[in-house]
């Protein structure tokens, strides 16, 4: 039985969407709130959807060893603190990371039994789409994303589960059920 589970993918296929939805299907599972050195888009509160902390910071918090994780995306840093899963594996809970590619690696190697899942998106085209129409990047920020995509999606065969991010309730559907059978989870009955 798994008890981390990392949702890794190039940015705007729908990772926080799903996870959003998978977590309505499996309350269970605890999610992990990751540092960042990003600022924050409107509407996003420290503490919740990231901490939000500065360059030095971030860098301290790295050389003291507090991160399970952490990787340079798009010229941000980004990192998962042992803390964050450290308190649920401490009460047996289960819980979900929503990461970058370098980042699921390192998880791999620290964490060998984590179930990591790789979010492609249906086409090149979708994903350009989708983080356009999503509507919080610049358009230099988008295309700095498309470009890390390109490396991202080539190391969708590093990961042994790969949900297509097509139609959202198909893919909603195959990731609770991989989730579902990793964490142990129950098996919900037909009326
Ligand atoms: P990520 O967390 O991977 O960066 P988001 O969850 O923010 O991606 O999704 C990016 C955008 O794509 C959002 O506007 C979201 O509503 C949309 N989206 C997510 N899944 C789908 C889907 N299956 N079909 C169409 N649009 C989607
Ligand atoms: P965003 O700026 O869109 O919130 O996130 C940018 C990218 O960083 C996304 O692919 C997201 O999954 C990833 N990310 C978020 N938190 C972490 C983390 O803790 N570690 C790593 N390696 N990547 C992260």
């Not at 939000?52 to 994780?69: S, W, Y």
Request: glycine share 8%.
């Amino acid at each position: 039985m798994s008890r981390v589970v990392v949702i890794t993918g190039p940015s705007g296929v729908g990772k926080g969407t799903l996870i959003r939805l998978l977590r309505e299907q499996l309350p269970q599972l605890g999610l992990s709130v990751s540092a960042t050195t990003r600022p924050p888009r409107p509407g996003e509160r420290d503490g919740v959807e990231y901490h939000f902390l500065d360059e030095p910071e971030f860098a301290r918090l790295a050389f003291e060893g507090a991160f399970v994780e952490h990787a340079e995306y798009a010229g941000r840093r980004y990192g998962t603190l042992r803390s964050e899963l450290e308190r649920r594996a401490a009460a047996g809970e289960p819980v979900v990371l929503e990461i970058e590619v370098q980042g699921a690696r390192q998880v791999r190697e620290a964490i060998p039994d984590a179930l990591l899942v790789f979010i492609a998106p249906p086409s090149r085209e979708a994903l350009r789409e989708r983080l356009v129409g999503r509507g919080t990047d610049m358009p230099e920020v988008v295309e700095r994303r498309l470009g890390v995509a390109e490396l991202e999606l080539r190391a969708q065969d590093e990961f042994e589960f790969v949900v297509v991010n097509d139609r959202l309730e198909d893919a909603v559907r195959e990731l609770v059920a991989v989730v579902r059978e990793a964490i142990g989870g129950p098996v919900d009955c037909e009326p």
